[in-house]
């Protein structure tokens, strides 16, 4: 079966859920080569989205990103508030009235949401950044169509993607954000916005290991 | 951690409501979305200035809130840029009719929210400039990197904006006069010690007992070098070196001498290092006209200071002068 509203919501929750988990590891990951807010900030605006559920626990997916994407930008703060935030309203746009996604929709989402990443952020892949974990997981789910794979393996293969891009991170040299401030003292760690990129879309393949 | 709080999660809420209880005749605190707002806004025809960024660099921008300086300030979580809500709720509150502008640090979080607020308050029918301050010289500029931050410099854009919309000053005319500021202002950081964001519990960096960092920005961010701790002198020298030659200031300008206190330093080693960057810049040629000295723009209880110079001629003289009735600047009223 297909990706079910249900299942949307249960991977918003999973997000909320894992990032409460790796708050500090991400504001860990962040303190090394940012300002050490990251984790606070995600585990802020995922918790402010649970208090939103209630009211759109019956509502179509495109809502419900869409809603998901207004409480980020009015709750994270930072780069990550308005970014995220923008992933998930392109996604909204993607989903509008929509029950159900297959693979090919969620390539869709997924594209239109690293576009609009990329337009807010103006950051190009190799910049040390969530567009670096976003890319390839994108382009995995293309694979994945053109291959025929079942949902549940795309979904796999594209959270292994977004992962090795994620780790690719760490030889970078920052060329955006607060990171890029610390020049080549900015390689030797991995990206925090990269790696809370690799966790969402892993929530998303963990979540919807059973859709077809 | 040792603070003097209560929860972490509720250190900015508790500062604003400190604020209102204690400046009632200055300012006004909108919560859910925070922002402190001049009591008497909106102030008819005149063009509102707001500026916003993460809380701990107190007083800065909070405490600018008053006649004279800005209109509104929105206060993010400490060492986080506020939200789009927050500045579009602000801008609508204070819009006198004559347009707002944003003075925005360039941090890659504040530029984005802000330019979503802009984009949100033009949709409503308000007129919104922006002027990005970047002055920190620390940072080596490049197409590679996010650009130079924005530090002391946005102190004194936002008193002399501030005095130039008072003037009753076009939008347009106050924006522009942003500009000038942020292109004749430069700064440059250091720290002795760490500082520790409540909700993170541990400090930001290590920093051994004996060494500093040369060019620290105002959340902790790294700068040039780490070098051991050195006498206040050598210290002043390697901040005002790459600070004169920058633009450069050249001998005869007349310049503003502003010595920060980064939170943890005390005055008196503020005195010890103005004396000796009025001693460089002196030597240089400079005419040092005005001065501010003490914590205007701070990281929270860091030991350190930054040192930022701006060229001033007869426009920014008078507008530095002209009267300020904020928290933490007043003089002339």
Known sequence: MPIAREDALNWIKACVRVLAENRDYLTQLDAAIGDAD?????????????????????????????????????????????????????AGMKTAGKMELNLNDWYTVLDAALSGVIMRGKAEIGDKT??????????????????????????????????????????????????????????????????????????????????? | MKKLINQAENVVREELEGIAIAHPDLVKIAYDPNFVYRADAPVKGKVAVISGGGSGHEPMHGGFVGFGMLDAACPG????????????????????????????????????????????????????????????????DSLYTAGRRGVGTTVLAEKICGAGAEQRRSLKEVADLCRKVNGWGRSMGMALTSCTVPHVGKPTFDLPEDEMEIGIGIHGEPGRVRMKVKPA????????????????YKAGDEVLLFVNGMGGTPPIELYIVYRKAYEIATKKGLKVVRNLIGPYITSLEMA???????????DLKKLWDAPVKTPGLRWGV
């Open chain 2, 304 to 314: 350190g200071t930054s040192i930022t110079m701006l060229k001033m001629d007869e």
């Open chain 1, 38 to 90: 990251h984790g606070a900030n995600m585990d802020r605006g995922f918790k402010a989205v649970m208090n939103k559920m209630p009211e759109i626990s019956d509502k179509d997916i495109g809502t419900i990103f869409k809603t998901v994407g207004m409480t980020l930008i009015s709750t994270v703060g930072g780069a990550g508030g308005p970014l995220y935030g923008t992933f998930f309203l392109q």
């Open chain 1, 130 to 212: 969530m567009v670096d974990a976003l890319t390839p997981a994108r382009d995995a789910l293309k694979v994945a169509l053109e291959n025929h794979t079942t949902l549940a393996d795309a979904l796999d293969q594209s959270a292994e993607a977004a992962r090795a891009g994620m780790e690719g991170t760490i030889p970078l040299v920052a060329r955006k954000g607060r990171a890029s401030y610390l020049g080549e003292r900015s390689a030797g760690h991995q990206d925090p916005g990269a790696t809370s990129s690799y966790l969402i879309l892993k929530a998303a393949a963990d979540t919807w290991s059973a859709c077809t």
């Open chain 2, 233 to 248: 002198d050598e210290i002043v020298e390697m901040l005002m070196e790459p600070i004169i030659s920058d633009i450069p």
């Open chain 2, 77 to 140: 979580a400490v060492f986080t840029s506020p939200t789009p809500d927050q500045m579009l709720e602000a801008t609508k509150k204070v819009d006198g009719g004559a347009g707002v502008l944003h003075i925005v640090k360039n941090y890659t979080g504040d530029i984005m929210n802000f330019e979503m607020a802009a984009d949100l308050a033009r949709g409503d029918g308000i007129e919104v400039e922006a002027v990005v301050i970047d002055d920190d010289v620390a940072v080596k």
